[in-house]
Nanobody
Framework: VQLVESGGGLVQPGGSLRLSCVAS????????MYWYRQPPGKERELVAQ????????KYADSAKGRFTISRDNAKNTVYLQMASLKPEDTAVYYC?????????WGQGTQVTVAS
């Protein structure tokens, strides 16, 4: 099983990024997918979730109105579109999958919002 995140980087405040997470080794279309983040010195927190059919999206209050989670089951990929980024969005962003009661994590991708 693999979850591989990409798309992180350095962006100025107010900018946008799209994170991708490509999954393999399990039935992606049946999995609930999540994006978490871990800011420096803080605990990991849930950012957004999306259920297997593409519905059931939920967002942390900090992400509402700025972030959008989506998935492409044909590509085994979940996305996190982030807009109006703020310095407090700086974190390592992780992809998580729950499939058949098993949990899988990616290795994370760094997002840094700074001028």
């Amino acid at each position: 099983v693999q979850l591989v995140e990409s798309g992180g980087g350095l962006v100025q405040p107010g900018g946008s990024l799209r994170l991708s997470c490509v999954a393999s080794g399990f039935t992606f279309s049946n999995a609930a997918m999540y994006w978490y983040r871990q800011p420096p010195g803080k605990e990991r927190e849930l950012v957004a979730q999306i259920l297997s059919g593409g519905g059931g999206t939920k967002y942390a209050d900090s992400a509402k109105g700025r972030f959008t989670i989506s998935r492409d089951n044909a590509k085994n990929t979940v996305y996190l579109q982030m807009a109006s980024l703020k310095p407090e969005d700086t974190a390592v962003y992780y992809c998580k999958a729950i499939s058949a009661w098993l949990t899988y994590w990616g290795q994370g991708t760094q997002v840094t919002v700074a001028s």
